[in-house]
């Protein structure tokens, strides 16, 4: 399981919300927000179902916390968006899918996107859902954006693209891809497909300038 949490190392309160947190996003992952069990996520977290609702009113509570305290950052971590700015978004966006589709799990291809899942499940139900989810799309299709901008003023992307249109399609050919992948139970189409998104990549590239001819 990848780094979804910094670890606390501050009051006994702190670390019982961490472990009801990293719990229930495992939960979560696994059956969905509306299967989970809170009998589950006090079982894995070792905790009492009064120190549950000592941090959490309610069950959607915990989830909105999921979202936006976990899920956020476990996806703005492995897809880059974290990282320092780049002056060349193209090279260092193939880098990302290339390492994503060489360090592809089984646990992944089973389960899917973590924030896809509660987009497909939960922003049709529950508007707060709805709101941290798509709060956490447009941080990360707006990191991507702002990259393909600054590759516009480097030189390294064409002037002629629309950053935001293209990261908006990025973003969703990566979501996509792992929906798919995950209905398939397939890690070879999800690999095909990122590698596919990489090759689009390159078209973003500003053509070779021609050297002038001689007289």
């Known amino acids: ?6 670890k606390r190392r501050g009051r006994d309160p702190d670390v019982t919300r961490d472990k009801l947190l990293q719990a229930a996003f495992e939960e979560i992952y696994r059956r969905g927000f509306q299967a989970a069990s809170l009998d589950t996520i006090l079982a894995k977290a070792g905790v009492t179902k009064g120190a549950l609702y000592h941090h959490f009113p309610d069950k959607a509570s915990l989830g909105y916390a999921v979202v936006d305290e976990v899920v956020k950052g476990f996806l703005l971590e492995r ?3 974290l990282d320092p700015p780049s002056r060349d978004p193209v090279t260092t966006l193939q880098r990302i899918l ?6 592809l799990t089984a646990h992944e291809v089973e389960l899917g996107c973590p924030l896809n899942n509660l987009a497909q499940e939960m922003s049709p ?3 707060r859902f709805r709101q941290g989810v798509s709060a956490t799309f447009d941080i990360w299709t707006g990191a991507v954006a702002k990259d393909l901008a600054r590759g516009q003023a480097e030189g390294t992307v ?6 935001r249109k293209i990261a908006a399609f990025v973003v969703a050919s990566i979501e996509g891809s792992f929906g798919l992948a995950k209905g398939a139970q397939s890690a070879a189409m999800l690999r095909s497909n990122l590698k596919v ?3 689009f990549l390159e078209s973003l590239r500003p053509a070779p300038k021609r050297k002038a001819a001689r007289t």
Do not use: C, E, F, H
Request: aromatic content about 4%; proline content about 4%; cysteine-free.
């Open 1 to 6: 399981m990848a780094k979804t949490m910094v």
């Open 79 to 81: 897809w880059g968006v």
């Open 98 to 103: 290339r390492r994503r589709a060489a360090n």
């Open 125 to 127: 139900l529950d508007q």
């Open 158 to 163: 064409r002037k002629d693209v629309n950053p």
């Open 197 to 199: 998104l990489g090759s």
